[in-house]
């Protein structure tokens, strides 16, 4: 049992101003289906994925993705770089969808095959 009861998405150290954006985009290629609000998505190349936070903050303080596959494959995975976050310019996160197999990126084969991601991001000044 937990010795605080927190309320909504608050973690202890960053009770100010802690944003959940949270999405998901159907990715075999070209970006169909996108379910979220705050963030863009751009496909970079094969397999590689951009997303971009519409608003502004000045700390991420947590992040992750994963893939939902219609047809589960065991030599995939999703990497995603430590997201870039600067006061004056809209966060971004690189996700890269990878065979391990081949030792590539590769795009998603199905047409429903989507991607999932998420960032806890903040604007408090108490952050460090």
């Not at 954006?21 to 751009?42: L, Q, R």
């Not at 397999?47 to 303080?61: E, S």
Request: proline share 2%.
């Amino acid at each position: 049992m937990a010795e605080r009861n927190f309320r909504s998405a608050r973690i202890m150290n960053y009770q100010k101003d802690a944003v959940l954006i949270a999405g998901s985009f159907v990715a075999n290629g070209a970006i169909t289906v996108v379910h979220g609000d705050g963030f863009g998505v751009g496909y970079t190349g094969q397999g590689n994925y951009l997303v971009t936070l519409t608003d502004q903050f000045r700390h991420c303080i947590a992040f992750g993705a994963s893939a939902g596959l219609a047809t589960p494959v065991v030599d995939r995975i999703i990497n995603c770089g430590i997201p870039v976050v600067a006061l004056g310019a809209a966060a971004t996160m690189q996700i890269q969808f990878f065979d391990t197999a081949t030792l590539t990126a590769q795009n998603p084969a199905g047409a429903a095959d989507r991607i999932s991601f998420w960032m806890l991001v903040s604007n408090s000044y108490q952050d460090t």
